[in-house]
């Protein structure tokens, strides 16, 4: 359903872009409690606190999705809970480390045990690691800093889930990628490793949990400007720009001159994919990465 909006002219807005020249647009609505896309769906949030995890968030509780988020940041995580629980969610927070295993197998058995299942897992975990110096810099433990945590929180979470969206034969792994997965050049070694790492993990584990009914999508979004204030990759990017002697704001237009939009994605659109991902009204995709890049990558 959609509200109708017309232009000061009184045209129908099916027919203003062809009869004047004022900007209209549909704004989508729905009535109270349909059309949901997440409708009692229960979703576990690692990252939660984070700039993707709570972007997301807030879409799954506008979608009617029962939110569980976790983190290692209790002020991050209330904020990100108070702004789904203004869209209406009945969320819940949780402090544990995501790459424990001991402990997240913990905690998702506490929400299955205590709602009865778990629909969607969204790894959103993020942190700070190097970009920018040429392998010659570089030590070996930066190298694998990327590849090892991000290789293994993903492991970690996805087993957790997996037993439980095995038994109840449904559900949806979420994971997060970057377009390093398909870049070539200086400085991206670690970050290249990782993300083109995880997306084989993806693409393995749909394979593994698709006779059981259990989807995996992967999400390849850009570097996001609106996360640079609330995410570690302001102080990541700006690192790389010094190295290359560029000025961080000439370094960061750079990105968004080398996509085909001319722009970067934002954070609200990486989370309506990954509702959409997370929805019935995908069924029929696993095994996916999708490529959020705004044209810095071509499939």
């Known amino acids: 359903m959609h ?17 004047c020249n004022h900007r209209v647009a549909l704004i989508p609505t729905r009535k109270a409690g349909g059309d949901m896309l997440l409708k009692d769906k229960v979703a576990v949030i690692h990252g ?4 993707i995890g709570g972007a997301a968030a807030r879409v799954f509780a506008r979608e009617g999705a029962r939110l569980f988020l976790v983190g290692r940041s209790r002020p991050r995580l209330e904020a ?24 997240v197998a913990r905690h998702v058995d506490e929400v299955a045990d205590a709602v009865g299942r778990i629909d969607i897992a969204l790894n959103a975990v ?23 945590g991000y290789l293994r929180t993903n492991f970690v979470t996805a087993k957790a889930v997996s037993r439980h969206m095995i038994a109840q034969g449904s559900g949806v792994i979420l994971t ?15 970050n290249a490793a990782q993300s083109a790492a995880l997306e084989g993990f993806s693409r393995a584990l749909a394979g593994e949990l698709g ?39 000439e370094w960061f237009a750079g990105l968004a001159d080398m996509t085909l939009l001319g722009r970067l994605p ?34």
Request: proline letters at 4%.
């Open 176 to 190: 997060v990628s970057t377009p390093g997965a398909r870049l070539t050049g200086r400085g991206l070694l670690g």
């Open 211 to 249: 006779p059981d009914g259990v989807r995996v999508v992967c999400v390849r979004p850009h570097a996001m400007p609106d996360a640079l204030a609330t995410s570690y990759t302001r102080a990541m990017f700006g690192r790389s720009a010094e190295a290359g002697g560029v000025p961080f704001d």
């Open 48 to 51: 939660g606190g984070g700039s």
């Open 3 to 19: 509200v109708l909006v017309t232009c000061k002219c009184n045209l129908s807005v099916a027919f203003v872009r062809l009869r």
């Open 126 to 148: 993020g942190f700070d690691h190097v970009q920018g110096l040429a392998i010659g810099e570089t030590s070996l433990e930066d190298y694998l800093h990327p590849v090892v």
């Open 266 to 299: 934002v954070l609200d659109e990486v989370a309506e994919y990954l509702a959409f991902a997370a929805s019935d009204r995908a069924r029929s995709m696993t095994g996916a990465i999708a490529n959020l890049t705004a044209g810095a990558l071509v499939d």
């Open 80 to 103: 990100a809970a108070d702004a789904a629980r203004a869209e209406g969610a009945d969320v819940s927070v949780a402090l544990v480390d995501a790459m424990d295993e001991t402990a």
